[in-house]
């Protein structure tokens, strides 16, 4: 019997079931009330929280009080960080993001595109074919780093600890910065991508080598 009502108290909880109903239970003056904790009643539980609450704010507007430059430099460092925590953007951001990128890219002519940008966009959406992209968040920001082989490769290199990335040389290996729903790094290499410097160059040196005939020939005239 014990065990039934127990069994049954707790059915009450799981299910939401309101705390009057509970309460009754206990009021009916069975011998077996004293099993029930009063304390885990949802209207008590709620209570408590109020309380915790409500401590907490008054104490906060104390320490406003007393404290104002200090209490107002930790409220910025937490907003601040609570929005950037918010904003970090994930690897599913950073893949849609390479998506974008590889369809900028195809949208340009490889005549057209700027040499350097375009090699360094080239890189990164290789290495998110072959999965070998990883994500290591510290909260406020992301960092995109590669591995030397993808997670489904099993090699003896890839395993041994000995010939692994060493953390000391991890910086070398991050190849992208994401923090407020943007990608750092990423971004600059598709600013003026389609720009290439080098595509008018063979038309200058003609324009040069002409000038230099019209000089020699003026030259020889004189």
Known sequence: MQHIIVIRCHKYLCFG???????????????????????????????????????????????????????????????????????????????????????????????????????????????????RLRRFTIGVCSFIWYTDFPSYVDLYESQCKEVKMRWRDWPQYIVDIGIHRRWLWSEKYMIDFDINPEEWKHLDESDDQSVKTKDTGTQKLS
Do not use: W
């Open 17 to 131: 079931v309101s705390a009057l109903r509970l309460e009754n239970i206990i009021h009916r003056g069975t011998k077996y009330s004293s099993m029930i904790d009063v304390d885990v009643l949802p209207a008590n539980h709620m209570k408590k929280m109020y309380d915790d609450y409500k401590y907490s704010c008054k104490e906060t507007a104390n320490l406003f009080k007393e404290k104002p430059v200090h209490t107002s430099m930790y409220a910025i460092i937490v907003t601040t960080s609570g929005y950037l925590f918010s904003t970090n953007p994930t690897m599913k951001d950073y893949q849609a993001h390479l998506a974008d990128m590889t369809c900028d890219l195809a949208e340009v002519g490889e005549d057209l595109r700027n040499k350097q940008k375009n090699a360094q966009a080239q890189q990164l959406i290789y290495l998110q074919t072959q999965g």
